[in-house]
């Protein structure tokens, strides 16, 4: 059942209207539009941040939404926490809505930490009694027992942060909408956090939220929407998603830049370069010691694998990268040709870049992989495939430990024994 | 780590398996937040009603942190009118020689005017700017909008109760030059009359202060002049006998005129207020209100986007 519905939602903002105006630069605007000559400017500045969004929201989901800046992701979340109000359309919730626009927004700096917690709590809907209930946990979740009753004023802004999260991560609201703010604080908060929200959606809470960070988006939501210029481009599956989303970039890019070579010679590829993809990862294969492909191999194994690429103009200095995920997500090894490969000067064409490795280090489990071929020093790759290839690790050398390393064990000679103990003396 | 050794570590919320009350009662999308989304009153003072703890930790939160870090804390809401009593005293009574108005002693003749003065203007001038200071929490988080400047103005209310203790001591100073009886209790209308004339005020100016930023900077101007078209330091009845027909003007256009001349006539002489200014004036004061609150929640969407 949905738990939030939008109808047509559109957000327009008048450009010449941003920021508040004083009452005579009105009555100068009111006298220009007086005159016959402007007449008709008053749509041409209309800009808008959503148009005509249509989104139904299922209770217990959790929607990532993505997009360029300014695209509309904010806008959407600030509409349905009722921080705006749509010019178009409608909205409707079931329930009460948190909002985590950004972190600790309701602190106010001569307050207490207690005092904020409580009034932060107050303005996210919850009663005293409630927030008295939970109190000791949000406390304890924010690691701040010790400066609860110091203003928050005095507080460096990772404290104040930390305080924000845990006071907004327990509270009980029937959508808890997130923009961005899993990127705050150290390492291990940020975990923190994001185990936090993974608990909150076990619990069956319905999130809806904004992130740049792809991995986290594709590791926390049942579906991505993709928003660009204030529309709802697309919306489903994350891999399909994060990966239609990449391709967009580099079309928007491409458009601006290339567009006067890309419109020859590319009539027969035109199917796969749909999106104005200069290159593509075609597969990503394993093959064993013995040159069989496979999607088994055991931990010490040697391995080989063969990426098959084409392109469709000329790429220089490009960078091959794999990336192993566990199931659990984890990202465990990234090996890219940028730092370990073989200089690659130009990709004309089709072809297959291969990667041999010696004793694969590798714990057993099952891995997924991410194939991605990118411009050297660029963000946007060529191409991302998220997740799209497979790798059963069995157990070989290693049985027990986190990976395992080639090696070599020997006996030393008596003689080598007394150089390494002498030498160790001299050194003690 | 394997895959159910993280099932294991994220146990499910115990808060969170008993699901919320407000799912229970709502199962359908409520609409809300449209634009076609309910505009009466009546649902804007419901939704004010579930925000009445929220109004209440606001409020404590201008009366905290309007004396954190001062010395003198909450005297401060007493040294105000009293040292401008005490000013006025030496200027206009000593040395000017106003009277105020028969059988009152000067102190507790300008003190009952600067009490509620005080409480209207130092409301004013905290709740007009009060969006505004306030835009990190309104651009960030909902809530109802009209918290804000209510709170400032409750918040000058407490001040004002505060301060009143001098007053009570100034009647029992001069309790024998004075008359006390049951019209004392005329206090308690007057002072809700004024609480909502100061708060349509506020609604009003508090909004159009975020479309237009003049506001502000007019407001200290106005707010002078009007406490000179006010009897404070002057008795209302010297304007009665210049002129009858300007007498009827100025009480029935300034209701803070007539509920300052309300709360001498009733405390300090012992009278009955003038019936008909006062129903005048608590009907602007109600009118006021409930135009305001309509006006200011209609602009209220556009909060967010202007502040």
Redesign the interface.
Known sequence: MSIVVLDKVSKTYRLSRLGSKSIREEMARMMKNLLPSSKGQAGSDEFYALKEVDLAIERGETVGFIGPNGSGKSTLLKLLARIIYPNHGKIMVSGSVASLIEVGAGFHPELTGRENIFLYGSIMGMKKAEVAKKFDRIVEFSEMEKFIDTPVKRYSSGMYVRLGFAVAAHINPAVLLVDEVLAVGDANFQSKCQQRIEELRRGGMTIAFVSHDMPAVERLCDRVAFISKGELRAIGKPQEVISLYYNEVLFAKKSSTHLAQNTTGLAIESKTSLYGREAEILSVKFYNGEGQETDTIATGDDLTARIHYRTYNTITDPVFEMLFYSPDDRLYSHLTTAINGAAIPSLPGEGIVQFDCSEFGLSPGVYKIDGILSKRGSVAPYDLKPRQYILKVLPGKSVRGMFYMPQQWRLLPPTETLTVQSADATLG | ???TA?EKE?K??P???TP?P??AQ????????????SDSIFSHLKELG??L??LQ??TQ?EL??RY??TALGAVWAVLQPLSLMLVFGIFFSYFAGMKGDAGMPYALFSYTGLLSWTFFSTALSFAIPSLITNS????????PREIVPLSCVLAAFVDFLVAAVIFVGLLLFYHNEITINWNIFFVIPLMAIQLLFTIGVSFFLSAFT?????VRYAMPLVIQVWMFATPILYSATKVKEKSETLYTVYMTLNPMAVIIDSYRKCIIQGLTPDLKFLGIAATISVLLVLASYKYFKHLE??F????
Not at chain 2, 136 to 143: D, E, L, N, P, R
Not at chain 2, 210 to 214: E, F, G, N
Not at chain 2, 304 to 307: C, E, F, I, Q, S
């Open positions: 780590m394997s895959a993280i994220l499910p919320d808060l969170l398996t919320p407000h799912e709502s199962q359908e999308p409520e609409l809300r937040n449209s634009v076609e989304w579930h925000h703890e929220l930790l606001t939160r905290k942190i954190k870090q990190y929490v309104i651009t960030k988080i909902y809530f975020v479309l237009y930023r003049d969407r556009e967010a986007d202007l502040v």
